[in-house]
């Protein structure tokens, strides 16, 4: 399914994947507690906005299936 706000939404989700890459590297190369800390809070910001970018592209696709059937049934 060819759908440019399916598009943008699997862009945001390869661009969350390569911000969590980054961090896990400076997550194991870092020796500060603190920053340990505000790393980790990072990570897990960016996991709770992974997972609103899956839900609303599952929703999405459900409501382009939808569509698709309801107007194949009116063709029909």
Aim: charged share 40%; glycine share 0%; proline share 1%.
């Amino acid at each position: 399914m060819n759908d440019p706000y399916l598009n943008d939404l699997k862009n945001e989700f390869r661009k969350y994947s390569s911000e969590l890459k980054i961090l896990k590297k400076n997550l194991l190369k870092s020796n500060s507690s603190e920053e340990q800390s505000k790393i980790i809070k990072k990570i897990d910001n960016i996991a709770k906005e992974m997972e609103k970018n899956q839900r609303q592209s599952v929703r999405v696709t459900k409501s382009r299936l939808k569509e698709k059937s309801k107007s194949k049934k009116t063709f029909q």
